[in-house]
Structure formats: structure tokens, C-alpha cells
């Protein structure tokens, strides 16, 4: 793994160049108009032209956006399963606060990757409704891509992680379930002809008001996994498989310059089109002389 | 010592320097070094979101775009980036190149950097195609590069340059400075020798590395020593797709195979992201049959059970393994097709038996069964002319030194079976390319009673497998090498000696290597035997590729008397024939 820069070297020579020539740079292109920008006057005077190509493509910030918010996932994931760790813990505190929170969470986090994905669909919908040329349309498939394996790399630790918290509570569930099944054994050997006091009967109530909790608990999160599931499968269609040949970096490039001949066919064929279009218009404009003239030749000798 | 992670390192390394939204230019010869170790989806994970090649004129003005160029530097590399940074298309320039760069060419291109967009100039050793983390290439092919000058024992001086340079990256890249041993019959070897020698002292500031024990050696050798090894049919997985359907940068063609689906019609075969093909690749058709087996069963059993989603916890498994499973599901047809395809060819042209012979022609020879069989099978409509030649052209190497071998019948039979004088003519070319007066070792193990016992001594042990027991003659060389035993005499040192017994040992074969010998040299590593080898050559050749080339080349020999000279020596007895 040696290397070696060649950049100072590079450098002084392009500084000896750069002073033999009196910097051309300030005269050259509209390129270093931009970049000088500070010293030219505010009316261009020159008939420089002004590139607009120096501006990237509008999509590019939705791409920056949806960098954010995969960071923002990324940050809450972590804080979301230390959170389930805390809530799978047995204890005795009240346990609202906390729940509340984990679903508020799931729910922000949910929201993110469904904003993430809209955002990738509007990318795609952006750039191909621009007349963009051909390699900034490649650009953006690219991008999409690489943006959509992210999100489903995240997605599917989120998934699993949820899944695992799932199979945690409903574990828990059962196991309390059972233990409220042996107690309720116990009390109706001891009481079975005295009926429900009033202790137990408010047990068995507040058991079924926290068994109802974990339902809810647990068809919530059910919900969450199926959306996450959902925006799996549509992303899955932009995401490269591996080991394929769409995977390869030459066949890709090979595959650029296929589609640049392509279009320089069609665009040829178009020209062509253009060509008989005119001839055509031509020969309808010299049908019309020949019918105007009849016309006259019609009226005129009267 | 692995080659394929030094060259993901300096390219993971180039990708991660420059951050934002950047394009990647390549040319015509980084395009498959990058391609065999790379992967489109790691590129893109590192913001690269557009690769194109520099010789593409019709790329799009992106001025938001840095752009890093990872090019070869030759005079036309050189000339294309002076067009690029004339008129730059994209933001900033990162120019990487692959070797050392003359001062002339970094002058010439800050001559032109007039719109100073050139922020970083670099030299990345990554000029060969890392094929297995021991096994190298430099694909110098035909019909884009010659080997061979004017005569058999000089180099094409544009190949040449090519070759230099990419022997010294391959020891750039591993960090070695290593001591030169090369084959003594061999004109190219040494020549080849010489000037990797001359350009390490020429270029003594990038050869300063932390010392070792012992020195790292490396060691020339050419193919005409072992012209066998190529000629024979290979049974092992990788070695055998080669020999049968050729591994071009990691992609095979299977557009003619009868009913192949669309999506198969190409596909790839890399070791890093097909863990199926990674555990096979150097394991026979049997077991390969058998493994293939059990892989097909391991998908049914997810297709199964991924068939009856009844329950919602069936289906949340089931999007769980969705993206394994579609992975898997790919995986598995690509395999069953190429080794079915396999099958089929060995079928169609009764390998077996063919293979059979060639074994026992290239590790026993036993005359009188061996002619027998061999015109057996020159009468066999259903074998290629392609293997027949193979067949003939064993025996003659084999035989060549014995005053009863019958070359000049065979060649007749040849002939009477329709085969055409152009394909028989090669017998010709490489008895005179390869014969006995031009290897330096005793091949055959039949020159002296002591290597003859020796034979008769591995006869007796029996053997695994009939197909496969050929091994070839660079595994003797590199234990003998391990050993200290190699002779001085017949692999000098070019500069300095040493007796210790070397523990990074990097070959270069001169003329090609082959797969059946990147496989030895991956069971040598895996062995440990406390040394590792890197083997490397200027192609990987098949049967067909060695033939095409030494064809090629005796063509154009003025020395040589056309074919029908080299004839001659088959058609009149002459020294013992």
C-alpha cells in the first residue's frame, strides 16, 4: 500500500506556469467570472457567458434533505433501544411516562422513514421531469440507489429491532398471564364458595386494564413493523442485488456509453425526421402555389 | 500479502478522501483493476454517483461535481486529461494514477491546469487485476498486446513497459523490496529480471520499507518451462469455467448456451460477494455436485416456508429474510446453470476419457497403452479437434526424447479425421516453442533414474482422484524454493544471495498463468506452512487462449519458416525420430 503525492511537485509547477503567463486566469472563461466575481463590476460589460451549469441540479437539495433525516434515524435508533431495554426491565415505578415516550418515538421515527421514502419517489419524479441531459438522469438513478440502500439497511435494523422488543413484551405477557392464572387457582381453592371479594375483584380489574395496555402496546408496534415493511418492499426495487451484473462497475460503464450512442442515433434519426419534415413542408407550400395559381388561372380570364 | 484488499484499499482510500457528490473516471485499463474488487453499491455508498470512462467525449458539463480520475498513465491517458483539464467538465480534479508518473507528463499537465481545478496529484499503486487475494493478472491479451517480438526469446518492447510497470506495483502495493531470482534458460525472465532491478534502484525513495528477517523474493519464471500444465482439462470449479466458457474480469458469457434464461445470459463470479462460489471455487465437479445439491435443498426449504404465510408472525418473517432470500434465489439459478451447463460440455465431448489420457500422458507415460488410447480417441467423431490437438501435442512433448514415439502416424491420423492442417500445425509450433531443449527442468521426471524412482515411488501411492492428479511444475519449484534447495545455477540471483529459507515469495510467469496453479498456490497458503506466495502473470490462460497465442506468435517469426518448416521435422526422421 505505498503511494506517493505528487501534488507539491504539481504545484510549483503550476505556480512557474501560472507567473510566465501573466495568470490568464482573469480573461479566460466565464468560469473564473464566477470565480472572481468579488473584483468585476456588478454590470458585465464583456460578452462573457454566464454558465449556468455551475449550479447543480435542483433535486440535489431533496438529497441533502433526506441525508438529514437518514442522520436524524440514525441518532433516535440508539435512544430508542435503550429505551426498550429500560421498559423490558422488571419493575415497580409507574411505567406511563416512559411507554409514552417509546411510542412517541417509534412514531417519529416511522414518520422519518416514511418522509424518506416520498422524498426518494420526488428525486426520481424531479429528474426525469426536467429536460435533464442524459448523464445527470444516470446521475440521479445512481443516487436514488444509493440512497435507497441506506434507508433499507437502517430499516431493516429498526425492524428488527421492534421485532425483538415484540417478542420480548408478548414473552412477558405470557409469562404474567400465567402467574395471574396461578393466583387465581389459589384464591378460588381457598374461596369457592364465598365468592370474589372485593380485593381480588379489583385485582382481576387492574390485571386486565394492564393486559389491555399491552395489547395496545403491541398492536402499535405490529402497525409500525408493517408500514417500515411496506416501504421496504418499494424500495427494494431501486436497491442493486449483489453479486449481479448490475453490480459491476465496468458493465455500468460499458452500459453508459451504449446508452450516449443511442441517443446519438436517435438524435440523428430526429434530425433526419426534421429533414423530411421540411422537404414535406415545402412540397405542401409548393402544392398550395400550384392550387393558388389554378385558382387564378380559373378566375382570371373572365 | 492479500492483493485484492490492497487494491480495495487504495481505491476505498481514494473514495474517501474526497468528500461530496463526485464522479469517478476511469480508462480503458482501470476500468476491470477496479471493476474485480468493486462493486457499483460500494461505490455509490461512498458518494460516487457517477463512473465514466475519460474517452467518453460525450460526458455532461457538471460544474457541482468533483471528479476523481483514476487513470494509467500512458501517452494517451496523459493527452486525454490535458483535453479534460483544458476544458474542464466537472469542479475539482483528484488525479490518481495507477503508476509513477514522469515529471515531463506532471509538468505538461500543470501547463495546462490554467484554471487551477487540479487540487491533488497522486501515485496508487494499483496497476494489475487482483483476481484471488494470491492470485494476480496483468491481462496483457491479444489481440491488444503481443508477447512475443520478433522471435520466441524477445519481448514486444510495448508489453514489455507494461509488464515492468506492473511488476513493480504489484511490489509497491504489497510493500516489498525483495530480492530477484530468475529462470537461467529463459532470455525473457531475465530480461525481464534485469530491468525490475534497474527501475528499483532507479526509484529507491518509494522502495524504502520497514526491514524484514528475511528478504521477500521474487521470482521470475517463464511458461515454457511448463507448457503441460495449460494443456490439460481442469476439474476444479474456477479453473474449469475458464478452461470451458473463460472468466473474462470476473464475468463469464453464457449467451450460447441452449435455453438459457435472459438474466443469465452473463453473469459474475467474485469471491467476495458470493460466499457460495468463495467455499467451491477450488473444489472438484464431484463435490461441487454434491454441495450444489444441498444448496438447491437449503432454497427449497426457505421457498417453502416462505410459501405458506398463514399467521402475521409467518409474514413478518417472512420481509425479514425477503432480501436474503431474493439473494439467495439468484444465487442459486446462477449456480445450477453454469455447473449444468459444465455437465453438459463434458458430456458433449466425452472430457472424461480425454481427460483420463492427458493424466496419464503428463504423470506416468506408459507408451504402448497411452498410443493405443490416444488413436482410439483420435477416431472418436464426438471429441473436438481442439482436444485431439491437446492430446497430440502432450504426447509429443512427451515423448519426445524416445526413439519409438510414433508422432508422424499420429499426425497422419490426425489429418485423415478431417482435422485442419491449420490446427495440426500447432504440434509443430510447440514442440519448437516448448520442446525439451528449451525447458530448463526435467518436467516429466524422466531424465534421471533418481527423479524416475521418484516416479515410480508417487505410482504406488495411489491417488485420490484419476482426474486430478496432475500437479503442476511450480508447486516442485516452490518447495524446493521453501527449502532452500532451489539451485543457484539454474534460478540466479540478480543481485545479492541469500541461504534463509524465504517467507513472502511473490512469482511472476512470464507467458501466463494458469488456474490450476492459483489453486496450488491457494492450498500452500492455506496450509500455513509459515511462508506466503502471490502468484501472478501477464494473462490467465486457458487451453484455447495458450494455443491461440503461441500460434500468433510463430506466425509472425521470420525465423521460424512457416508451418510448413516446422512440419518438416515430424515428416523426415531426424535425430532419433
Known sequence: ?302 | MDIVKSVQNYINKMVNEVTGMKVLLLDSETTPIISNVMTQSSLLSHETYLVDRIDNKNRDRMRHLKCICFIRPTSETIQMLVEELRDPRYGDYYLYFSNTLSKSSIERLAEVDEHEVVREVQEYFADYCAINPDFYSLNLSLPQYRLYGDSQNTWESKTFQRVIEGVLAVLLSLKKKPLIRYEKMSVMAKALAEEVHYSIQKEGELFVFRPTDTPPILLILDRRNDPVTPLLSQWTYQAMVHELLGIHNGRVDLSDVPDIRPELKEIVLSRDQDPFYKKNMYLNLGDLGANIKSYVEEYQAKTKSSINIESIADMKRFVEEYPEFRKLSGNVSKHVALVSELSRLVEKETLLEVSELEQSLACYGQHSSDLKNLQKLIANPKISEDSKIRLVSLYSLRYEKSPNNDVISLIELLRRNGVSEDKISFIGSIMEFAGSDQRQDDLFSNESLLSFGKNVFKGLKGVENVYTQHSPHLSQTIELLVKGKLKETSYPFIEGSTKDRPQDIIIFMVGGVTYEEARHIAQINASAAGFRVVLGGTTVHNSVSYLNEIQDAFYRFPSGGGTGARLARFSKPRNGY
Not at chain 1, 455551475?54 to 437539495?61: G, M, Q, S
Not at chain 1, 426491565?89 to 416520498?118: A, N, V, W
Not at chain 1, 364465598?194 to 393486559?211: C, H
Not at chain 1, 434519426?269 to 426534421?274: D, T, V
Request: charged fraction near 30%; proline fraction near 2%; aromatic fraction near 6%.
Open chain 1, 1 to 302: 500500500m505505498a503511494t506517493r503525492s505528487r501534488t507539491l511537485l504539481f504545484l510549483k509547477y503550476r505556480n512557474t506556469f501560472a507567473r510566465n503567463h501573466s495568470r490568464p486566469l482573469a480573461t479566460s472563461s466565464g468560469y473564473d467570472a464566477y470565480n472572481t466575481s468579488e473584483q468585476a463590476g456588478l454590470i458585465e460589460s464583456s460578452d462573457h457567458v454566464i454558465e449556468l451549469t455551475v449550479l447543480p441540479p435542483k433535486w440535489i437539495d431533496i438529497v441533502d434533505e433526506v441525508d438529514d433525516d437518514i442522520d436524524q434515524i440514525k441518532n433516535l435508533l440508539p435512544t430508542l433501544e435503550s429505551l426498550h431495554k429500560k421498559h423490558i426491565l422488571p419493575g415497580f415505578d409507574d411505567r406511563t411516562k416512559e411507554e409514552k415516550e417509546i411510542e412517541r418515538l417509534t412514531d417519529e421515527i416511522t414518520h422519518l422513514f416514511q418522509q424518506c421514502q416520498s422524498k426518494i419517489k420526488r428525486i426520481a419524479n424531479e429528474s426525469l421531469s426536467s429536460i435533464a441531459p442524459n448523464q445527470e438522469r444516470a446521475m440521479s438513478k445512481n443516487i436514488q440507489t444509493s440512497l435507497a440502500s441506506k434507508l433499507q439497511e437502517l430499516s431493516s435494523s429498526f425492524r428488527k429491532q421492534q421485532a425483538s422488543y415484540l417478542k420480548k413484551l408478548k414473552g412477558r405477557e405470557s409469562k404474567g398471564s400465567k402467574f395471574f392464572l396461578i393466583e387465581s387457582n389459589d384464591s378460588n381453592e381457598d374461596d369457592l364458595e364465598l365468592g370474589f371479594t372485593s380485593s381480588q375483584l379489583a385485582r382481576v380489574e387492574s390485571s386486565e386494564a394492564v393486559i389491555s395496555q399491552r395489547e395496545r402496546e403491541i398492536i402499535e408496534i405490529a402497525k409500525s413493523i408493517h408500514t417500515i415493511a411496506e416501504i421496504f418492499r418499494e424500495l427494494q426495487s431501486l436497491v442493486i442485488d449483489q453479486g449481479t451484473l448490475l453490480d459491476r462497475i465496468d458493465y455500468n460503464v460499458e452500459q453508459m456509453s451504449v446508452n450516449v450512442k443511442s441517443a446519438v442515433r436517435e438524435l440523428d434519426k430526429g434530425a433526419q425526421y426534421q429533414k423530411k419534415t421540411r422537404n414535406r413542408k415545402i412540397i405542401l407550400l409548393l402544392l398550395l402555389l400550384i392550387f393558388g395559381l389554378i385558382i387564378i388561372l380559373i378566375f382570371k380570364p373572365r
